[in-house]
C-alpha cells in the first residue's frame, strides 16, 4: 500500500472518530498507530473523559465488530472467553464464545476483578486465540483490547501485575479537553451523541492490509539503535527497579512504523520514537519505592532518558 494513501485513509478514520472525541487529535492517532502495530491499549484516566466514547468510536469508524465488558469482582474467567455448554437434543458440548471473540474489546475498568480473571486476557492478547475446556478457538482479525482503568480511586481495586502490563503496547490518559473543545461537546451533544451517528470508513480487510503494510516502513539501522539505547537507559537507572522489557523494544519500534505511516512517509525519524516512547515505554517501568517518596516516577525517568540519549544523524535510506 502506497503510504500517502495509507494517510489518507488513516485521516478518514480519524476525522470520523473526532466527531466523538473533541480536540484529541494527538490521542486519536495514538490509538489508531497502536491498532495498526497489532498491539493494545490501556487508557489509564479519571471518569468521564471519553474513554469508552474512544473505543465505541473507532470501532464504528473501522467497521469493527465491538464488545464492552464490564469488570467486577465477581467476573469469572469463562465471563469473558466462553464456556462448553451441554447440548440435550445433539447430547454433545457447544462452545458458547464470550465477548472477547470482537475485533474490538473494552475491557472496562479492568482493575476492578480479580488477578484470576485479569489473566484470562493474557492468552487472549498475545496468542489471538482462547482455549475452552482444552481446545483452541482462534479470536477474530484484526484483535484489539483497549482496557481502562481509573488512576485516582484504589479502594476495591487490584493493580495489574508486571505481566498483564507488559502486554499492552501502550497506556495513555485523555485528559481534560480544553474550553473551546468542551464547549463543542456541550453543543453537539445536547439532543443526541455524536458516537452514535459515525458511519464506518473502512472494513477488517482494509485494517488487516493496513497492519501488513506498516511493516514495511523502513527503520534504519540507526534508529534501531537509538530505541535499543533507550530501552537499555531504562534498565541502568538508580532510580529504576524494573525496566522496559524486549517486548517494550519491539512495541516501540512496532509503534514508530505505525506513526510513520500515518504521516505519509515511507521512513521512521526519531521524533517519531521521541513522541511515542513516553506511552510505550513509562508503564513497563517500576521506580524503587525509596526514589518514588522522592517524587520520582516512572514517566519523568523515560524523560531523563530521553534526554540524556543522543539522538542519531545521518540516517540512511
Known sequence: MDPSDLAQKARRVTDAVETAIVGKTDTVELALAVLLSN??????????????????????????????????PDLLPSDITGS??????????????????????????????????????????????????????????PFFVIATQNNIELSGTYPLPEAQLDRFAA??????????????????????????????????????????????????????????????ATRTLPAVALGASPRGSLNLLYAAQAFAALQGREYVKPDDVKALAPAILAHRIIVRPEQRIKGITAASCVQDVLQRIPVPVGMKR
Open 39 to 72: 498491539g493494545h491499549l490501556l487508557i489509564e484516566d479519571i471518569p468521564g473523559v471519553g474513554k469508552t466514547t474512544l473505543a465505541k468510536a473507532l470501532a464504528r469508524a473501522l467497521g469493527l465488530t465491538f464488545k464492552r465488558i464490564q469488570f467486577t
Open 84 to 141: 462448553s455448554v451441554y447440548n440435550q437434543k445433539t447430547e454433545e458440548f457447544d462452545v458458547r464464545p464470550g465477548p472477547v471473540f470482537a475485533n474490538i474489546v473494552l475491557a472496562d475498568e479492568i482493575n476492578r476483578t480479580t488477578p484470576k480473571t485479569q489473566a484470562a486476557l493474557l492468552e487472549c492478547m498475545e496468542e489471538r486465540q482462547v482455549t475452552i475446556d482444552g481446545v483452541p478457538q482462534m479470536l477474530p482479525a
Open 171 to 232: 497506556r495513555i490518559a485523555i485528559g481534560y479537553p480544553g474550553r473551546e473543545a468542551e464547549l463543542r461537546i456541550l453543543n453537539h451533544q445536547r439532543h443526541a451523541r455524536p458516537v452514535d451517528s459515525i458511519i464506518p470508513v473502512m472494513d477488517a480487510q482494509q485494517i488487516l492490509t493496513m497492519q501488513t503494510a506498516v511493516r514495511d516502513v523502513h527503520v534504519d539501522e540507526s534508529i534501531q539503535g537509538y530505541i535499543l539505547d533507550l530501552v537499555e
